[in-house]
């Protein structure tokens, strides 16, 4: 899979292994229904809404690369410092790195394929597919990933040009035909303001 989402349901067969390639990650389905987004060639996400699935690099034994418990800028949870490490401007990694993670059902791994790390969130299942029926659902989702999948949907794409919006987080839900519309909307959400490049690309910030 080189690009594009996807949402595979797959029954356990011991005897014929299902397994979904993109990047340098393998996703071993086991008995499950899964959705892999591949919206770009940084990262790749893995939603699980039934039973569970196996995730490795595709080179055998490789490391799937640090287990990042707190981003930069993310709340903090009471970690264990027998569990963690802290690397450079606070983000918080977990000690022991891992060659597979077991993904189940309720979670999402997101895998930043340059940075070599990854993460692994809750989701709410019952909005995972909901692109599936024309609509897009977004629960305090950080605006980087809200653009990515807007984007999808968009001739002339969306990106920040405010270093300030990095970390904001929207709660949004509308039909994919009204991405159009996205723009206006969002400024009901957040002061921001925009211009278009010679390119086509629209640049937003946060408004002065």
């Known amino acids: ?83 963690v490490m802290k690397r450079a401007g606070e983000r918080i990694v977990e000690k022991n790195a891992s060659n597979l993670e077991i993904i189940t059902v309720g979670e999402k791994i997101i895998i930043h394929e340059q940075e070599n790390s990854y993460q692994i969130k809750p989701v709410d299942i019952e909005y995972a597919n909901t692109w599936r029926n024309g609509r897009l659902y977004f629960n305090q989702a950080l605006l980087s990933d809200v653009l990515n999948e807007v984007n999808i949907y968009l001739k002339n794409k969306i990106v920040i040009g405010d270093s300030r919006l990095n970390n904001v987080k ?10 159009k519309y996205f723009l206006s909307t969002l400024k009901d959400v957040v002061p921001i303001e925009y211009y278009t490049k010679s390119d086509n690309q629209i640049v937003i910030s946060i408004k002065m």
């Not at 987004?37 to 569970?52: F, P, Y």
């Open 1 to 83: 899979m080189e690009k594009g989402r996807a949402m595979f349901s797959v029954a356990h067969d011991p005897t014929r292994v299902f397994v979904v390639a993109t990047g340098s990650i393998n996703i071993q389905a086991l008995g499950t229904k899964f959705n892999v987004d591949k919206l770009n060639q940084k990262k790749v996400s893995v939603v699980v809404t039934e039973g569970k699935v196996k995730v490795t690099k595709k080179e055998p034994d490789a490391l799937l690369g640090e287990k990042v418990l707190h981003p930069l800028g993310a709340e903090r949870d009471a970690v264990s410092e027998k569990q």
């Open 170 to 179: 929207i709660n949004m839900n509308f039909d994919i035909q009204d991405c």
